[in-house]
């Protein structure tokens, strides 16, 4: 079974400009999460989404990041404009459903802001 | 909001010995609790996992016990191989209908030399 997928793996882009991550789920799977992984505040739950429908964006740093759910096998977390300081690898992640327990993870994205 | 401290940040074992890793957490109404195996250039992977309605669970070589009264629980590892090597995290969180938010310790480096 396929587990996660997210694309790019690797991205590198200039400050300024747009950055796009996307993540399909795994199939079946109700719940959509992306994290943010960096050394100085380790993982943080960015946002979540339920039957895609944004449930917490409380992690969301500013508003520079926005994230969108259009079908039950896409997400997106876009960051307009970048800034140095988005370099992280960032997680998708999926559970079967909001009252069920396990998430599992995806490789994640490195993103560079250089 | 829920805070999970970790300890300790780097572990070194010898092939064959235990490991423990220990994990606090602020939140009594904190109900489950789960473990990640992080491998270099990949996502967080799910080990183990318990609930708050139970003390202590195993996995062949791997066990989780929580103390929900000092509000502590720990993951231990026998007999350890050179694959265990990875970096571990623990997690907290409240699982309602309306939601899982986990909340991350800060990670441990397992090390385990031949």
């Known amino acids: 079974d396929a587990g996660v997928i997210q694309s790019p793996r690797h991205e590198v882009t200039e400050m300024g400009q747009e950055v796009t991550l996307r993540c399909k789920p795994i199939s079946g799977h109700n719940s ?5 992984q960096t050394m100085m505040r380790g993982l943080e739950l960015l946002i979540y989404f339920n039957n895609n429908v944004p449930i917490d964006d409380s992690g969301m740093p500013e508003d520079r990041f926005s994230a969108k759910m259009p079908n039950a096998s896409f997400s997106t977390l876009k960051i307009q404009p970048s800034e140095p300081r988005d370099s992280a690898v960032y997680f998708c992640a999926s559970s079967p459903g909001l009252a069920v327990h ?3 993870f995806g490789p994640g994205t490195r993103l560079t802001v250089t | 909001g829920e805070n999970v401290e970790q300890h300790p940040s780097t572990l070194s074992v010898q092939e064959g010995d235990s490991a423990v890793i220990k994990c606090t957490y602020s939140d009594s109404a904190s109900n489950y609790f789960p473990w990640y195996k ?3 250039g990949k996502g ?19 066990a989780v016990t929580l103390n929900k009264t000092a509000k502590h629980f720990s993951l231990h590892i026998t ?13 907290a969180s ?10 991350f310790g800060t990670g441990t480096q397992l090390k385990v030399e031949l």
């Open chain 1, 102 to 104: 396990e998430q599992y």
């Open chain 2, 38 to 40: 992080q491998e270099l």
């Open chain 2, 79 to 91: 007999e350890t191989q050179p694959e265990d090597s990875a970096v571990y995290f623990c997690a």
């Open chain 1, 32 to 36: 959509l999460f992306w994290y943010r």
């Open chain 2, 94 to 103: 409240r699982v309602t209908g309306g939601g899982n938010k986990l909340t």
């Open chain 2, 44 to 62: 967080p992977q799910l080990i183990i996992d318990i609930r708050s309605n139970v003390g202590e669970k195993k996995d062949q070589r791997i």
